[in-house]
């Protein structure tokens, strides 16, 4: 079985910023991608980053230039650098991967890390 464990959510004012994690865990063969989504209160889950393997990385547009998506492939976690962070980046973060292992390669998600930004 596969888990995604994040931390280092938090709340920070507007200008600040924090650095989430994700971590996977199990019977891990290979990692197709990792992503970091987010949920604002009242909102649809959307996408904010994501990391493919062969190194292919995409951002939303709202968070470009912001946040930055990175991966450590030894130790099967992923990252992102918030800086610059706005009230509008509050919500819920989660992590997701699609990972191969045990099973074929599906979706996992964490539990989600909440990150509020005050103005």
């Known amino acids: 079985q596969v888990q995604l464990v994040e931390s280092g959510g938090g709340s920070v004012q507007a200008g600040g910023s924090l650095r989430l994690s994700c971590a996977a865990s199990g019977t891990i063969f290979s990692i197709v991608a990792m992503a970091w989504h987010r949920q604002a209160p009242g909102k649809q889950r959307e996408l904010v980053a994501v990391t493919r393997s062969g190194g292919r990385i995409n951002y939303a547009d709202s968070v470009k230039g912001r946040f930055t998506i990175s991966r450590d492939n030894h130790k099967n976690t992923v990252y992102l650098q918030m800086n610059s962070l706005k009230p509008e980046d509050t919500g819920v973060y989660y992590c997701?991967?699609?990972?191969?292992?045990?099973?074929?390669?599906?979706?996992?998600w964490g539990q989600g890390t909440q990150v509020t930004v005050s103005s």
């Open positions: 997701a991967a699609a990972i191969g292992g045990a099973l074929p390669v599906r979706d996992y």
